[in-house]
């Protein structure tokens, strides 16, 4: 099954960019999710399919892809930003379509 | 609205099996599957498994391969998950996710509605 590594902690400061990375053999060629989790609650989605937005996720929320990387940008970081981010995947033709990357920490500094 | 509700926290002991479900609303339920996930003290997310609603097809991670087993109720819009053979790493809470998808953009779903989640404690 495939694996998607994310590095274990980002911290920024109030205002600034943060930038999570997702990688990972297949990332490029498919497509990818992105969830927020704050304690004691469950996941939230808040890009999916590499770039697009559900409802009510504000537009600081991006997602872009470049080659074997995703990455889930969030502009003008706020204190409410803080909170763990998972990407995942999804493959049918697979014996474990169901991939989640493992994860990150969001610090506000 | 979209909603999924899952029962209460269980206790089990090792080698006990526990079974907990995940009741729809607020959309057709055979038009989306569902998927299991679990995250255990301070872990990361798992992926468990899914089950389609629509014709109760399943895949299941293969680490579990034999303990579990998904299963879909549709009079009550309710989907299933029992794990059997229960040890102390299962301890985690277990969350139900409706697997989205487009049909334009095939083999990408998302989950993009989620249960409160269940703690499940194994311990002796």
């Known amino acids: 099954s495939y694996v998607l590594t994310q590095p274990p902690s980002v911290s920024v400061a109030p205002g600034k960019t943060a930038r999570i990375t997702c990688g990972g053999d297949n990332v490029g060629s498919k497509y990818v999710h992105w969830y927020q989790q704050k304690p004691g609650q469950a996941p939230v989605l808040v890009i999916y399919y590499d770039s697009d937005r559900p409802s009510g996720i504000p537009e600081r929320f991006s997602g872009s892809k470049s080659g074997n990387t995703a990455t889930l940008t969030i502009s003008r970081v706020e204190a409410g930003d803080e909170a763990d981010y998972y990407c995942q995947m999804w493959d049918s033709s697979s014996d474990h379509p169901g991939v989640l990357g493992t994860g990150t920490r969001v610090t506000v500094l | 609205q979209v909603q999924l509700v899952q029962s209460g926290a269980e206790v089990k002991k090792p080698g006990a099996s526990v079974k907990v479900s995940c009741k729809a609303s607020?959309?057709?339920?055979?038009?989306?599957?569902i998927s299991w996930v679990r995250q255990a003290p301070g872990q990361g997310l798992e992926w468990m498994g899914w089950i389609s609603a629509y014709n109760g097809n399943t895949n299941y991670a293969q680490k579990l391969q034999g303990r579990v087993t998904m299963t879909t109720d549709t009079s009550t819009s309710t989907v299933y998950m029992e794990l059997r053979s229960l040890r102390s790493d299962d301890t985690a809470v277990y969350y139900c996710a409706r697997n989205y998808f487009e049909i334009r953009r095939p083999s990408g779903d998302a989950f993009d509605y989620w249960g409160q989640g269940t703690l499940v404690t194994v311990s002796s």
């Open positions: 607020g959309y057709t339920f055979t038009n989306y599957g």
